[in-house]
C-alpha cells in the first residue's frame, strides 16, 4: 500500500506543491524564529558571561522590590565606597574595582546623538585589567576629570581618535571631554551595538552618581582561595543591604532578564507563525477534500481489489504525512537561511553580535517537523475518513454516491464549535488570558467555516451578480461554478476568512488605539511645547534642560515629568511625579475629589480607576514602597479622572527626587505666548537626544508610533494572507482540472479562450470576496470586542475604520483576480480535443 | 494443468435474492428475486437488456452492494454475514473482477496493478503463476508500463491477470469487451474461456453481446429483475434466437 500512496504522491506532485508550500512557509516561521532567538540568546548569555568572566564575587545592594519589570534587573541601591577598603582587607582577596554605571551617551561631531541601535551607557573604568571586561586596543586608560575611552565600534563609525574632544549627554549638563583611548570588549567591539563610554571612577561617580558611592564591587580572589570561603568572609564584613554573590549569579541574573525579553519575542513571533499553520491547515484540508473526490474511482477500485478501510485510511494519511515531511524538513532549511537574513538585517541597523555562528538546537527541528507534520495530517484526518466512506461500488457506478457528511450534522458541529469560540473569547477576555483568547478564536473559526457552506450558495450569488453582467457569459459561468460545490467555495474562502478576520481585527484595534491616543494628549496636556528623548534607549532626558527652557524669553511656565518605579501591595507600579507649581498650566488634571495641590505636602494623587478597584477616597493612607527610602505611608490627597499622560499614581517632583537615586526627567511641558517653538530648539542644541515638539507634532509622533506597530503586524499577517491565496489558487487549479471535459466542451462550442480566463478570473474574485466579506464581519466583530474588554486608558476610545476595511475587501477582490491567473491560463491552454478525449 | 474435478459446493450461489431502491409506489426493483447457482469450473454469461438487473445481480453476488433481502454464498460463505473487514478480504483472496473500463490504478504500472491485490494482503507473489499469466496474456513487454501507455486491450489483459493472481474461487467479468475492438474482444474471450477449460477457473460474465456469450458454457438470461431462460452450450446464433423470443 506505501508504493500506491507515493506513486499517488508522485502523480500529484503539482497539486500537492502549492499545498506543500503552505506547511513551508509555517515552518519557516517557527525555525527561524527559533534560529533566531535561540542565537540571540546564545550570543548575550556569551556577553554577559564574558562581562563577569573576570568577576569571582561582587558586593552589592539586595534587591528592593520582590518583582521586577520584564527584561529588567532588580533595583538595588548604592553602597559606600569605604566598602572596597573593608573588603579589600579580607583574607584571600587579591583585588577589588569599584563599579558605577549610568546614562552617558556620545554626540557625533555632527552634532547628532549616537545611538548604537543596542543603546548607550557610561561606566567606570578599570585600570586593574585583571578584574576589567574591557581592554584598551590604543591610547591610554582615563585618569583625569575629562578623560574618556570610547569603544571602537562607536570610534570607527564616527571616526574619532585619541586625542580628539567629544560631547557626551549626561544626566547634568552636556559636556566635552578627551577621548584618551580606544577599548574593546573582548575580541568585539562593543557590545551587541551598545555604545561605551568609561570614565575614571571619580569622574564616573561624580556625573552617575554622588561621589563615595558605587553601584557594586567587583572582587577578585586570591588563586587557590576558596570562593565560598571568602564569599562567606566578606559578607561578614558588610554591613547589612549589601550581599555578596558570585560572578556567575550576576550573569545570570542578566541572562535571566534578557531571556524574558526573548521570550516575548519569540512568542509574538510563533503566534504568527501558529496563524499562518492554521490557515495554511485549510489549504490542506481543502486539497485533500478535492483530491480524495477526484480519486473517488480510483480508490473504489482499490476497494474493490481487496484493500481495507484502513489500508485507504492510512494510504491517505500517509500521503497527508510525506507532504508534511517533505515541507517541514525544506520549511527548516529555509528558516535558517531567514535567521541568516534577519542577522545580516540586525547588522545593517548596527547590531553588531560578537562573533558566534547560528545556533541550531534539536528542538527546533523537533518542534519544526511535529508541528508541520502533525498540521498536515490533522488537516487530512477528515478528508481521509471521507475516502474511507467511499463503497466499492463508486467505481463502477455513474453516480456518486453519500460522500457529503450530512448538513444537520456538520451545522450542528459548527455551531457548538463557534458558540464554545465565542464563550472562551469572552471569557478570555474577561479574565485578561491571552491563550484562552486565541483557542477561542480558532474555535470561532472553525464553526464558521463549518457553517459557511450553508450560506456559501446565496452569498456567491449575491456577490457573483455584478460580476455576472459586466462579464456577460463568463462572469455567469463563473458564477455558477462558485455556487455548484457551495463547500468547497466555502472552505477555500474559510482561509482568506481568517486572514482578513485578523486583518480586520487589527485594523480595528488600532484604530481605536490611534483615536485613543489622540484624545489621551488632548485630554492630557494643556502645554503648548512638549520636550522629551527621540525614544533611542535612553532613560530620560538631561535635569538641566527644564532651568534652560524657563529662562527663554516667551516661554511662560515650565513643569517637569517623572517617573519611575515602586512597589505598592506586593506588585510593581509605575508613578509619575510633577511640580505642583504652574501644574493647571501644563496638565490638564481634572479632580473627582480632593485637591491636586495636596501634593505638594507630601500627599499621593490616583485615578479614579484604581480609586475604585482599590476602594481608596481621600484621606486614606497607602503603603507604598519606595527602593531608596523604603515603605512610606502616603495619604491619598486627591482623585484625577483617569489621564493618559499621568497614569496611575502621581507624587510631587521633589517628593520623588527625594526618594529616587538617579532621577532622570522623561519631558519637560512648557507654555509659551506664542510659537516659541524654534527658540527652544535652538536653545537646547546641546541636547541632540531631546526633541521640542508642540502638542499636534507630538500626538502625531503617538500615531506615527501606533502606525509602526501596526504595520509590522500587518506584514506579519500578510504571510497568512499569501498562504490563503495560494489555498485559492490550489483549488482553482484543481477545479480546472477536474472539469477539463467541460472547459473542451465549453471551447468546442464557441468559447474563446479570453472568455475561459474571464470565467476563471469571476469564479476566483467570487471567492476571494466571499472570504473577506465573512472575514471583515468576524475581524471587525472580534476587533470591538478586544478594544472593549481591554480596561486601559492607552485603549479609551472605539473606532471602526470603515474606509480601510472597503479597501481590504477592494484588496481581496484584485487578490482573487491575481490568483486566478495562473489557473485562468491553464484553463485556456487545454487543447479542445484533448480535453473531450480525457476519460 | 487439468480441469479441476467439481466441487460439493457451487462457486456461488443466490437464493431469491431481492434488491429494490426507494420506497413505496417509487420503489424500483432491480432484483424481483433470483435464486442461481454458478457451478464451480464453468463459465457463465449473464445476459439481458439495460435496466434487467444484470449488473446488480453481479454487484450483490460479489459482495460491492447489499441485496434488500435473500441470501448469497461465495462458495460456502454467506456473503450477507460479512462485515466491511470480511467483505474486503472475500474481495481480496477468493473473488477477481475484471470491468468494462476503469479497471487499473493509473499511477502504477501494470506489473504493480497485476500484483496489487497480493500486496494488500501483504503476502508475497507467487512468480511461476505470475510468470504464467503475463507470458499467456501476452504482455511481459508492458509490465513496466503505465495504463494509459497501453492500448485497450492491453489494459484488459493486464486486469485479467490481476484477477487472476489470487487463483481466486470465481471471477466477475462485467463487460471486459464492452470497451475493445473486434480482435481484441475474441483475444480476451477465448483467454477467458481457455483459463476455464484448462484452469478450471470458475467465470461469471455480464455481457450483451451474443458473440461474447456464444464463448460461456451456459447462458442466464435476466428480464426485469427475474431469470427469463437459460442455455447450455451456447453459439451465437442460438443466444440471438433466444433474445429474440425473449423480445429483448
Known sequence: ?839 | MTKQEPAASPAAHAIDLHKTYGSGPAAVHALAGITVTFERGHFTAVMGPSGSGKSTLMHCMAGLDRATSGKTYVGEQDINALDDTGLTQLRRDRVGFVFQSFNLVPTLTAGENITLPVDLAGKSVDREWFDYLVEHLGIRDRLSHRPTELSGGQQQRVACARALINKPDLIFADEPTGNLDSNASTEMLGFLQRSTRELGQSIVMVTHDPHGAAYADRVVFLADGTIVGELKQPTADKVLERMRTLGT
Open chain 1, 1 to 839: 500500500m506505501w508504493r500506491i500512496t507515493l506513486k499517488g504522491l508522485l502523480a500529484h506532485k503539482l497539486r500537492l506543491t502549492l499545498t506543500a508550500l503552505a506547511i513551508v512557509l509555517g515552518v519557516t516561521f517557527i525555525s527561524g524564529t527559533f534560529v533566531l532567538t535561540d542565537t540571540l540568546h546564545n550570543t548575550f548569555s556569551n556577553l554577559i558571561g564574558n562581562i563577569y568572566a573576570k568577576v569571582d564575587l561582587q558586593a552589592r545592594g539586595v534587591a528592593q522590590f520582590n518583582h521586577t519589570s520584564i527584561g529588567d534587573t532588580a533595583t538595588r541601591n548604592p553602597i559606600p565606597q569605604s566598602l572596597m577598603t573593608t573588603i579589600r582587607n579580607v583574607p584571600g582577596v587579591e583585588a577589588v574595582a569599584g563599579d558605577v554605571t549610568g546614562y552617558a551617551q556620545f554626540v557625533s561631531p555632527e552634532g547628532k546623538a549616537i545611538s548604537g541601535g543596542g543603546g548607550s551607557i557610561g561606566l567606570s573604568y578599570d585600570p586593574n585589567q585583571s578584574l576589567s571586561a574591557l581592554h584598551l586596543v590604543s591610547g591610554t586608560a582615563p585618569t583625569g576629570p575629562d578623560d574618556v575611552v570610547m569603544d571602537a565600534g562607536t570610534a570607527k563609525k564616527y571616526d574619532f581618535a585619541v586625542g580628539q574632544p567629544v560631547k557626551i549627554l549626561l544626566a547634568g549638563p552636556t559636556r566635552t571631554f578627551t577621548i584618551t583611548g580606544i577599548v574593546k570588549f573582548g575580541t568585539a567591539d562593543n557590545v551587541a551595538g551598545t555604545s561605551i563610554a568609561a570614565f575614571a571612577l571619580p569622574t564616573a561617580q561624580q556625573v552617575f552618581q554622588e561621589p563615595g558611592r558605587l553601584d557594586a564591587i567587583n572582587i577578585l580572589t586570591r588563586s587557590g582561595a576558596d570562593t565560598a570561603t571568602v564569599q562567606r568572609a566578606i559578607q561578614a564584613t558588610v554591613p547589612t543591604g549589601v550581599q555578596v554573590v558570585t560572578g556567575k549569579t550576576v550573569a545570570d541574573e542578566q541572562t535571566d532578564s534578557i531571556n524574558q525579553a526573548l521570550g516575548i519575542f519569540s512568542t509574538a513571533l510563533l503566534v504568527f507563525a501558529f496563524i499562518s499553520l492554521f490557515v495554511g491547515a485549510f489549504t490542506i484540508f481543502n486539497t485533500f477534500s478535492i483530491i480524495v473526490g477526484q480519486r473517488t474511482r480510483e480508490l473504489a477500485l482499490l476497494r474493490i481489489v481487496g484493500a481495507s478501510r484502513r489500508q485507504v485510511f492510512r494510504s491517505v494519511l500517509g500521503e497527508a504525512a510525506l507532504v508534511g515531511l517533505v515541507s517541514s524538513i525544506i520549511g527548516l532549511g529555509v528558516g535558517v537561511l531567514a535567521a541568516f537574513g534577519l542577522e545580516g538585517l540586525l547588522r545593517a541597523f548596527g547590531i553588531t553580535l560578537p562573533a558566534s555562528s547560528l545556533v541550531f538546537h534539536a528542538r527546533t527541528a523537533v518542534v519544526g517537523l511535529a508541528v508541520g507534520v502533525g498540521v498536515t495530517v490533522v488537516a487530512a484526518i477528515s478528508p481521509a475518513r471521507r475516502a474511507v466512506r467511499i463503497s466499492p461500488i463508486d467505481a463502477i457506478s455513474q453516480h456518486q454516491t453519500g460522500l457529503e457528511i450530512s448538513n444537520r450534522r456538520r451545522l450542528t458541529i459548527g455551531g457548538v464549535l463557534g458558540l464554545i469560540g465565542v464563550i472562551l473569547l469572552a471569557v478570555g477576555m474577561a479574565v485578561s488570558q491571552l491563550p484562552l483568547v486565541g483557542i477561542g478564536a480558532v474555535a470561532v473559526f472553525l464553526g464558521v467555516a463549518m457553517l459557511a457552506p450553508t450560506f456559501a450558495r446565496p452569498v456567491a450569488s449575491f456577490i457573483g451578480r455584478p460580476l455576472a453582467r459586466w462579464f456577460g457569459m463568463p462572469g455567469r459561468i463563473g458564477r455558477e461554478n462558485s455556487m455548484r460545490s457551495p463547500r468547497r467555495t466555502a472552505q477555500t474562502a474559510s482561509a482568506l476568512m481568517i486572514g482578513l478576520a485578523l486583518v480586520s481585527a487589527i485594523s480595528v484595534f488600532g484604530a481605536s488605539l490611534t483615536k485613543s491616543v489622540t484624545s489621551a494628549v488632548d485630554q492630557a496636556v494643556s502645554a503648548d511645547l512638549i520636550i522629551s528623548d527621540f525614544g533611542d534607549n535612553a532613560p530620560g532626558i538631561s535635569n538641566s534642560i527644564e532651568p534652560l527652557v524657563s529662562q527663554i524669553s516667551g516661554v511662560e511656565d515650565t513643569n517637569v515629568v517623572y517617573d519611575g518605579n515602586v512597589e505598592i501591595g506586593d506588585s510593581l507600579k509605575d508613578v509619575t511625579a510633577i511640580s505642583p507649581e504652574h501644574l493647571s498650566e501644563t496638565v490638564l488634571v481634572r479632580m473627582d475629589s480632593g485637591n491636586a495641590a495636596s501634593i505638594s505636602h507630601g500627599d499621593l494623587l490616583i485615578d479614579a480607576n484604581t480609586a475604585d478597584s482599590k476602594n481608596l477616597a481621600v484621606g486614606d493612607t497607602l503603603d507604598v514602597k519606595f527602593a531608596k527610602t523604603g515603605v512610606v505611608g502616603m495619604r491619598v490627597g486627591g482623585v484625577y479622572k483617569p489621564n493618559a499622560l499621568l497614569g496611575s499614581y502621581v507624587v510631587s517632583d521633589k517628593f520623588f527626587l527625594a526618594h529616587f537615586d538617579q532621577a532622570l526627567p522623561v519631558a519637560v511641558l512648557a507654555t509659551t505666548d506664542g510659537d516659541r517653538q524654534q527658540a527652544v530648539t535652538d536653545a537646547l542644541v546641546a541636547y541632540p537626544n531631546v526633541e521640542v515638539q508642540t502638542r499636534d507634532e507630538f500626538q502625531k509622533t503617538q500615531k506615527d508610533a501606533v502606525a509602526k506597530l501596526l504595520g509590522l503586524i500587518y506584514a506579519l499577517l500578510a504571510l497568512a494572507v499569501i498562504i490563503a491565496l495560494i489555498g485559492i489558487i490550489n483549488t482553482l487549479m484543481l477545479s480546472v482540472f477536474e472539469r477539463t471535459r467541460e472547459i473542451g466542451l465549453l471551447r468546442a462550442v464557441g468559447m474563446t479562450r479570453r472568455q475561459i480566463r474571464g470565467m476563471v478570473r469571476a469564479e476566483s474574485v467570487i471567492l476571494a470576496l466571499f472570504g473577506a466579506v465573512v472575514g471583515i464581519i468576524i475581524g471587525t466583530g472580534l476587533g470591538l470586542a478586544l478594544v472593549s474588554s481591554i480596561d486601559a486608558q492607552e485603549l479609551s476610545e472605539i473606532s471602526v475604520p470603515i474606509p480601510q476595511l472597503i479597501i481590504f475587501l477592494v484588496l481581496a477582490a484584485l487578490l482573487g483576480l491575481f490568483a486566478a491567473t495562473f489557473p485562468a491560463r491553464r484553463a485556456a491552454r487545454l487543447d479542445v480535443l484533448d480535453a473531450i478525449a480525457t476519460d
